[in-house]
């Protein structure tokens, strides 16, 4: 996800570190072990501390992508006969639960600027419906990847039994904008919600950070009752993260906990479910982006945020 336009300013860099980082350590006593693989695969970069994006895919080129592992859609499971909505749930331990997967930006946007443009009201204020997304510096693009996951903890959710609905499956010319993503996860009574992006930060800006809902009650957001469980969601979403593939909490934003609280998106404002945002990498880092665009570490990145959600919802 690119810090810029609807959802994505940049938050001001913190200088100190704080709970967080305790909290997460906490929760994963692996993450250490994460880090050394994490720094097997490629090594953390330099601090860059902005986390504002270099670039954005904005014209069609942008769609192409740099190796046949990052086109590969059938390494992802077929969509379903309806894309967005759930097959029918297996039997499984989240027999009854509701997950609402969120897939950052949509491979359309760039057709149609004057919509994704147009501003809506995010209760706090109004931003524009939706962005293109960012993509590597060779053009794999953020929406591909985020539908790529999304696919991905599809299967692995229904396998334990979850209903699974995605926000958008590539199925609409556009969008959906950032009050109706919130929305969806609403009207569908999730018991959580999780939308996937990668950043588009600067390049030495490596690792992943999860977003959490600050307490916002202004105009038609009221976040209060869902801060707690959204807190514990992305907790232990982040913790498997770590556990499963190896990558490091941001080097750039945050306090190295890989935890980031914020109140200016309508994705979270407008939410009345558990829900946070998760930024896989960073797609303007040489090394992260080699991550991304391998299909294996993105199956590793599905099943750690999976495991986030079956270990929220299961208690």
């Known amino acids: 996800m690119s810090y810029v336009g609807p959802d994505f300013e940049p938050p001001q860099p913190r200088r100190r570190r704080g709970p967080l980082t305790v909290a997460l350590a906490a929760l994963v006593p692996g993450a250490l ?11 953390s970069g330099d601090d860059g501390g902005s986390g ?26 077929k969509p379903t006969a309806t894309p967005s909505a759930s097959a029918p749930a297996a039997s499984g331990p989240l027999k009854g639960k509701v997950v609402v997967i969120d897939p950052g930006h949509n491979p359309g946007n760039f ?5 994704i443009n147009r501003k809506v009201n995010i209760g706090t204020n109004s931003k524009e419906c ?3 997304g960012t993509s590597t510096n060779d053009g794999y693009t953020e929406a591909k990847f985020t539908l790529d996951v999304a696919h ?3 299967a692995l959710l229904q396998e334990q039994g979850a209903t699974v609905k995605l926000t958008q499956d590539g199925d609409r010319p556009f969008g959906p904008c950032v ?5 969806i996860g609403n009207q569908a009574k999730a018991d959580a919600v999780v939308s996937i992006h990668a950043d588009g930060s600067g390049a030495g800006n490596r690792g992943f950070h999860v977003i959490l809902p600050g307490a916002v009650h202004a105009g038609a957001a009221d976040t209060r009752a869902i801060v707690g469980p959204s807190r514990d969601l992305g907790e232990r979403v982040a913790g498997r993260f770590v556990a499963v593939t190896g990558s490091a909490p941001s080097n750039y934003i945050g306090d190295g906990g890989g935890l980031v609280t914020r109140k200016d998106l309508g994705g979270l ?12 990498g960073n ?4 090394k992260d982006a080699a991550l991304l665009t391998s299909g294996a570490w993105r199956q590793k990145a599905a099943q750690g945020i999976s495991e986030g959600i079956v270990s929220f919802l299961r208690g």
């Open 179 to 183: 009050d109706e993503r919130a929305r």
């Open 152 to 154: 991905r903890m599809r």
């Open 269 to 280: 404002n407008l939410s009345t479910v558990p829900k946070v945002f998760i930024e896989c």
């Open 33 to 43: 072990l994460g880090w050394l693989v994490y720094e097997t695969v490629g090594g």
């Open 52 to 77: 504002r994006a270099s670039g954005r895919s904005s014209s069609p080129a942008a769609s192409s992508a740099p190796s046949d592992d990052a086109k590969e859609p059938s390494a992802s499971p």
């Open 130 to 132: 939706d962005t293109t």
């Open 283 to 286: 797609m303007r880092d040489s």
């Open 111 to 115: 057709r149609h600027a004057s919509e």
